[in-house]
């Protein structure tokens, strides 16, 4: 009998730690996709970089930029660079699948590009960062990447 008891309170425990944990989790706080683009603007020097907008997030992931709450794209304006930095803001968590999978085969896409030949270009997108947090998608890759997804991290603690 003590032996149920000492079991019966060990899940108890184990469920209240389940528990504190999903409450504790934090995602970001719904932030405009503007907040994030203003810390960018703040933070970086996007010296071989621009700003894409909606035609370009289309060619590179094939994505509708319409259907999303907001994104911000920066793409290198060299053509041997695989330098990109992609954070868009979801309207709804069905589009997550969606997303990845257009990052996916972006990314995939690249390294065909870049096989035998770009071997720093390479290095960089095998080292690629993916992060999906609440309702936004952050692709990044490039010298930068760390710095990048450091600041939209930023923004999303304030």
Avoid: H
């Avoid at 907040?35 to 970086?44: D, G, I, L, P, R």
């Amino acid at each position: 009998m003590k032996k149920i008891v000492l079991v019966e309170a060990g899940l108890l425990l184990l469920l209240a730690g389940v528990m504190t944990l999903l409450l504790l989790k934090t995602e970001p706080k719904d932030v405009s996709i503007e907040a994030v683009e203003s810390a960018f603007m703040n933070e970086c020097a996007f010296d071989q970089m621009e700003q894409a907008g909606d035609m370009r997030v289309k060619r590179a992931f094939s994505l509708n930029a319409a259907d999303y709450d907001g994104y911000l794209y920066f793409t290198p304006n060299n053509t041997m660079s695989v330098d990109e930095f992609l954070v868009i803001k979801l309207q709804e968590d069905s589009q997550a699948d969606a997303v990845l999978s257009a990052i996916d085969y972006r990314l995939a896409t690249q390294k065909r590009n870049f096989d035998g030949y770009g071997v720093d270009q390479t290095d960089l997108l095998n080292n690629a960062t993916i992060l999906q947090d609440g309702n936004y998608i952050v692709f990044a890759v490039g010298d930068g990447a760390e710095t990048w997804v450091n600041i939209v991290r930023k923004v999303w603690e304030q």
